[in-house]
T-cell receptor
């Protein structure tokens, strides 16, 4: 039973355009959501998070949107840069003190 | 430099030969966790620890053991490795409480069990 779903295994976007990565979740008790970025041969690194009391959080080129009624969140990267090519993991937790459930990841390719 | 250190980086072993993957963090984090990453399956949690002497099972704990005798160390033990434990393993740590989700990950250990 997959509680956090990233249905697109990969995504290709032209450099300079917007990248949109999507994530759906099934557990309505989740109240804290995160995105991690992973380069080959490295561990994941924290990118951005959002609490369920918000519907948007922005950090530079990265914005996360949360739609609680649809149990959906998305990560927007604007403008996309070559260094953004990586695997992005969506993750969720309940009460921030519980274990974190990760999605399967989406591989983002930024095309020159 | 704040970091999570895993050793070894690569490990090839044979079925049944006990092994330990070490994990150490220098950030005084209470929370530590082990994950495995497999193609098409993403990151799955093996075990986690909320603090010293407190450990709990994650989603895929079978075949693994952990211990948390000190705050900084959280070794992963495979008593009798099997080929289905061939995987990429990550250790992670975080402060507890309100920021547990902001995990710091090690660089990973690629394990092959023949």
């Amino acid at each position: 039973d997959q509680q956090v779903k990233q249905n697109s295994p990969s995504l290709s976007v032209q450099e300079g355009r917007i990248s949109i990565l999507n994530c759906d979740y099934t557990n309505s008790m989740f109240d804290y959501f995160l995105w991690y970025k992973k380069y080959p041969a490295e561990g994941p690194t924290f990118l951005i998070s959002i609490s369920s009391i918000k519907d948007k959080n922005e950090d530079g080129r990265f914005t996360v949107f949360l739609n609680k009624s649809a149990k959906h969140l998305s990560l927007h990267i604007v403008p996309s840069q070559p260094g953004d090519s990586a695997v992005y993991f969506c993750a969720a937790s309940q009460n921030r003190d519980d274990k974190i459930i990760f999605g399967k990841g989406t591989r983002l390719h930024i095309l020159p | 430099e704040a970091q999570v250190t895993q050793n070894p980086r690569y490990l090839i072993t044979v079925t049944g030969k006990k092994l330990t993957v070490t994990c150490s963090q220098n950030m005084n984090h209470e929370y530590m966790s082990w994950y495995r990453q497999d193609p098409g399956l993403g990151l799955r949690q093996i075990y986690y620890s909320m603090n010293v002497e407190v450990t709990d099972k994650g989603d895929v704990p079978e075949g693994y053991k952990v211990s948390r005798k000190e705050k900084r160390n959280f070794p992963l033990i495979l008593e009798s490795p099997s080929p289905n434990q061939t995987s990429l393993y990550f250790c992670a740590s975080s402060f507890s409480g309100n920021s547990i989700g902001k995990l710091f990950f090690g660089s990973g250990t690629q394990l092959s069990v023949l």
